[in-house]
Structures are given as structure tokens and as C-alpha cells.
């Protein structure tokens, strides 16, 4: 049984809909022991400058984390301090002063915006020829990211864009993707950065996880042995749902172990 889930939001973030102390009795009661927060930083998006939306304040993220410290304690959970930072490769420098005077316990790299769209939305997709060239884009984002970018631990729902195509008839065929989605992974393990199962992808239309079982696979045959586990709950009945589905990804790729943060460093637990 997975007993961590490391990609949680709360009313921090501009999406979250549970605050923190409701998040702890959500894994308290499916018997989660560890937690780590990874509120929104998504600076300079496209909905507004630095200061507006998904741009956590630090300050009151850091107070609530401290103030609900023995709350999580007394109901049996273990919770961790992190981020989910909203990679754009002109970002490595802010976010790298934003890294190091703070005490994560946990940075998860995500990318949201491409070009200057965020990909969760149909324009988007509407700006590229084909949905093939709108994913592609995206995945080759993620490579730049992840060759700029230092000041994170592992790389969020690597194929996040699919939640949002458009075309219902569209079918993910990762083969028509290998070079870009191999120079992805053979940069995280050569950076020695990780990648998560992100089980949001159960709660869309795609039914899987985010990144698809193929990806999961093609990482472990690669050499990658950093895999996180989350729910990317927002709200607290989602907090580790699907996780017994996850569990059956990381099995069939090979897998037999999970990796948990602390003080940026993982710690492995079995399967």
C-alpha cells in the first residue's frame, strides 16, 4: 500500500478548495502517514503578473504549515514542506533564489504554460496545425525546462497536456513521440531528477495516469529509479485517490520501490 502522497494543494493555492487541517483528516482517515504540500508557484503566468494568480504567499504558507504541525502529529500523519513550481526557462534564476533560502522538504517541476498558453485551454491547441504538433510542443518545452532548470526534484505529470485535448477521438500513440519524450527522460536521470505518477490523469477523461503506463515504463528501461507518488488533490476527497492503481503501474514497469522527500533528499520505501 502506498503511504505517501507527495503533489497535495490546498486553499494556498488559487485552485485549492480544503484547507490543511482537512487534507490531514483525509489522509488520517485512508491511512496516508505522509503528506507534503506543494502549493502553486506558477510566477509570471499568463493570467497575471508575478503577484496575482497561483503565486503562493510564502509568508502564510509557512505559518499555516508551522500551525499545523502537532494538529498533524496528533491525527497520526507526517506532513512536509513543498512547492510545485511552473517551469519557463527564462524562470531558472527567480526560482533558484526562490529554492535556496527556504526550507523545502520537496520542489516538483510542472509545465503549464508553452509559448505563453497555458495548454489547459482550447486556444492552446488552436494555435498549432495539428494536436500531434500542439503535444509535441509541449513535450519539447519540458526538455528545455528540464536542461535549464536545476531547483527541482522531480518532473510533474510529464504528459499533462493530454487532459486537455480538445479532440475526443484522439488517441495518445506514444510512439509517434519517442525522440522527444527520450531526450526528456534521458535528461532527468542524467540530471538525476525524478518523475511522479500523477493519478489527477484517473479523475479526466483519459482514465490513466498522468504520465500514461508507457511513459512510467520507458523511464524505468532507461535507468530512472526516482519515482514519487500523487494525488494532486485540490480537494480533500481526492487526497491518494487511485493510488491502488498506481501501485499497479509501477509494478508492471519494473518497480519496487517509491521515493518520498525529505530535506530534498529521497527516501525509498518498498511496495
Same mark, same amino acid.
Given at each position: 500500500m502506498i503511504t505517501g502522497d507527495f503533489h497535495v494543494h490546498t486553499t494556498l493555492s488559487t485552485d485549492g478548495r480544503s484547507d490543511m487541517k482537512e487534507m490531514i483528516d483525509a489522509a488520517s482517515d485512508k491511512g496516508i502517514r505522509i503528506i507534503c504540500f506543494t502549493e502553486h508557484m506558477d510566477y509570471d503566468n499568463v493570467f497575471g503578473n508575478g503577484d496575482e494568480a497561483f503565486v503562493v504567499?510564502?509568508?502564510? =504558507?509557512?505559518? !499555516?504549515?508551522?500551525?499545523c504541525r502537532q494538529y498533524a502529529e496528533n491525527k497520526g500523519v507526517e506532513i512536509r514542506f513543498g512547492i510545485e513550481l511552473g517551469l519557463q526557462t527564462y524562470l531558472a534564476d527567480y526560482y533558484h533564489s526562490l529554492a535556496e533560502g527556504r526550507p523545502f522538504d520537496f520542489i516538483i517541476g510542472s509545465s503549464h504554460i508553452v509559448r505563453r498558453m497555458d495548454c489547459a485551454f482550447p486556444t492552446y491547441f488552436e494555435a498549432f496545425p495539428s494536436v500531434h504538433d500542439a503535444v509535441e510542443a509541449y513535450f519539447d518545452a519540458e526538455v528545455a525546462n528540464a536542461m535549464c532548470h536545476n531547483d527541482f526534484d522531480i518532473y510533474g505529470?510529464?504528459?499533462?497536456?493530454l487532459r486537455y485535448v480538445?479532440?475526443?477521438?484522439?488517441?495518445?500513440?506514444?510512439?509517434? =513521440?519517442?525522440? !522527444?519524450?527520450d531526450r526528456l527522460l534521458n535528461t532527468l536521470i542524467k540530471k538525476e531528477k525524478g518523475i511522479e505518477i500523477n493519478t489527477g490523469g484517473f479523475r479526466s477523461r483519459l482514465n490513466t495516469s498522468n504520465p500514461a503506463p508507457y511513459i512510467v515504463?520507458?523511464?524505468?528501461?532507461?535507468?530512472?529509479?526516482?519515482i514519487t507518488i500523487g494525488s494532486d488533490a485540490h480537494v480533500a476527497a481526492d487526497l491518494a485517490s487511485y493510488f491502488t492503481e498506481a501501485e499497479e503501474i509501477l509494478k508492471e514497469a519494473g518497480f519496487r520501490q517509491y521515493a518520498v522527500y525529505k530535506n530534498r533528499k529521497p527516501e525509498f520505501i518498498d511496495l
Open positions: 504567499d510564502m509568508d502564510a =504558507y509557512l505559518r !499555516s504549515f508551522d500551525e505529470h510529464l504528459d499533462y497536456v480538445p479532440d475526443e477521438d484522439f488517441v495518445f500513440s506514444p510512439e509517434e =513521440y519517442t525522440d !522527444s519524450l515504463r520507458r523511464y524505468r528501461e532507461l535507468g530512472g529509479t526516482l
